[in-house]
Structure formats: C-alpha cells, structure tokens
C-alpha cells in the first residue's frame, strides 16, 4: 500500500505560479512512476506530467510543457510540480497517483495510487 498526500494549492492570478507537493508513505521502495494529473468542472480527469522514482526521467502533457516542471526528492519521499505562467484553463483539482510498473504514462489505469487531490484556482 501507498498514501499519498498532495498540498500546495491555492488561488493565483493568471501568470502566477505554484508548487504542489505530494508526500509518498507506505511501500515506496516499490513505486516505478509518479504522475500528476487534474480534473476542471465538468471535465475528464487528464494527464499533467509523470516522473520515474528511479532514474528521473520525466514526461509532460503538451499542454503545460515549458510552464510546468515535475521534479522528485527521494530522501523525502516527495514529488513536486511547480506550475509558472499559470492561466485560467489550469484551473482544477490536481491529484498526484503513483503506479508500480511501467505502462502508459498518460493512462490513468497504469495508476493504483491516488491522494485526495488539491484544489488549483487561476483567477483572469
């Protein structure tokens, strides 16, 4: 089992920034990827960014490449996305998963793991 807890969220104005944490307990020796994805009103559940636990290679939705950047923290068990030149379409909850093998990065089946998800507003 995984828990994960996601914090950082809050109200911004657009081209602000932001940086969500997501603190892993549990077995994380057996993590393989950890992904953030969001949900906005009325919408799909969509990918954000993804980041391997070992080796650190990371994936972005077009979307937010070149505004958001995943990063990890091992020691601490922390995954973190600080999100710049943030815009009103950002609006949404984000929730971080972790998934224990290597599927479809994008592909919210891939991810056993979820947290409880932290309300992002960008305001015009």
């Known amino acids: 089992q995984v828990q994960l807890v996601e914090s950082g969220g809050g109200l911004v104005q657009a081209g602000g920034s932001l940086r969500l944490s997501c603190v892993a307990s549990g077995r994380t020796f057996s993590i393989y990827r950890i992904a953030w994805f969001r949900q906005a009103p009325g919408k799909e559940r969509e990918f954000v960014a993804a980041?391997?636990?070992?080796?650190?290679?990371?994936y972005y939705a077009d979307s937010v490449k070149g505004r958001f950047t995943i990063s990890r923290d091992n020691a601490k068990n922390t995954v973190y996305l600080q999100m710049n030149s943030l815009k009103p379409e950002d609006t949404a909850v984000y929730y971080c998963?972790?998934?224990?093998?290597?599927?479809?990065?994008?592909?919210?089946?891939?991810?056993?793991?979820w947290g409880q998800g932290t309300q992002v507003t960008v305001s015009s």
């Open positions: 998963a972790a998934s224990y093998y290597s599927g479809s990065y994008y592909s919210q089946n891939a991810y056993s793991y």
């Open positions: 980041i391997n636990w070992s080796g650190g290679r990371t």
